[in-house]
């Protein structure tokens, strides 16, 4: 069974960097048809797409976050990971990874979230 | 704003059936593609995968769950509602756009 876990810090300073890692067990993420997909959801809101990568380093961003996003895998550890810039308030959420078919665009298993806030 | 339209809430009692929907564009859930999905969240926990491909469901989800698509707009049913069954219900389908997919803005299921 494919589980995912994501680590980070809980709390980052404005204009300062996000950065979370999604390390994956029970599978390989260089597994084909599978993309690796980042979700957040704002407190007692509905979930945002940000954006996936596939084992090959290849990445597709929500458009409204590309400029600050960095996507990044690293398959000797079975981990991908999220880099956001700039941050601000707007940007606490809870963070998801999940694992996405890439044929039918369906997200078939998630990590637990982790919750980051943005405050100084 | 989401792109996709769900009711904010929805309830019903135990033993029944409720529906929710899910309204688009043609250029997500009305295009030419199967690719609907719907998830369950319960409080605090992470979203599960309960309908893919507008109706199959993944091995471990209750039958008592089924969707179906028509136009611009996916349903899910749940029957012989449950207790367990309150949750938010989210949707999600792929979109044309250049957004890659694209999620209703969730739907409070409330079991009376």
């Known amino acids: 069974q494919v589980q995912l876990q994501e680590s980070g810090p809980g709390l980052v300073k404005p204009s300062e960097t996000l950065s979370l890692t999604c390390t994956v067990s029970?599978?390989?993420?260089?597994?084909?048809?599978?993309?690796w997909s980042w979700i957040r959801q704002h407190p007692e809101k509905g979930l945002e797409w940000i954006g996936y990568?596939?084992?090959?380093?290849?990445?597709y961003s929500n458009p409204s976050l590309k400029s600050r996003l960095t996507l990044s895998v690293d398959t000797s550890k079975n981990q991908f990971s999220l880099k956001l810039s700039s941050v601000t308030a707007a940007d606490t959420a809870v963070y998801y990874c999940?694992?996405?078919?890439?044929?039918?665009?369906?997200?078939?298993?998630w990590g637990q979230g982790t919750l980051v806030t943005v405050s100084s | 704003q989401s792109a996709l339209t769900q009711p904010a809430s929805v309830s019903g009692s135990p033993g029944q059936s409720i529906t929710i929907s899910c309204t688009g564009t043609?250029?997500?859930?009305?295009?030419?593609?199967?690719?609907v999905s719907w998830y369950q969240q319960h409080p605090g926990k992470a979203p599960k995968l309960i309908i893919y491909d507008v109706s199959s469901r993944p091995s471990g989800a209750s039958n008592r769950f089924s969707g179906s698509k028509s136009g611009n707009t996916a349903s899910l049913t749940i029957s012989r509602l449950q207790a367990e069954d309150e949750a938010h219900y989210y949707c999600?389908?792929?979109?044309?756009?250049?957004?890659?997919?694209?999620f209703g803005g969730g739907t409070k299921l409330t079991v009376l």
């Open positions: 999600v389908s792929y979109t044309t756009t250049n957004t890659h997919v694209v």
């Open positions: 990568i596939y084992h090959s380093g290849n990445t």
């Open positions: 029970g599978g390989s993420i260089s597994s084909a048809g599978y993309y």
């Open positions: 043609s250029s997500d859930v009305g295009g030419h593609h199967n690719h």
């Open positions: 999940a694992r996405e078919d890439s044929g039918a665009w369906y997200l078939d298993h």
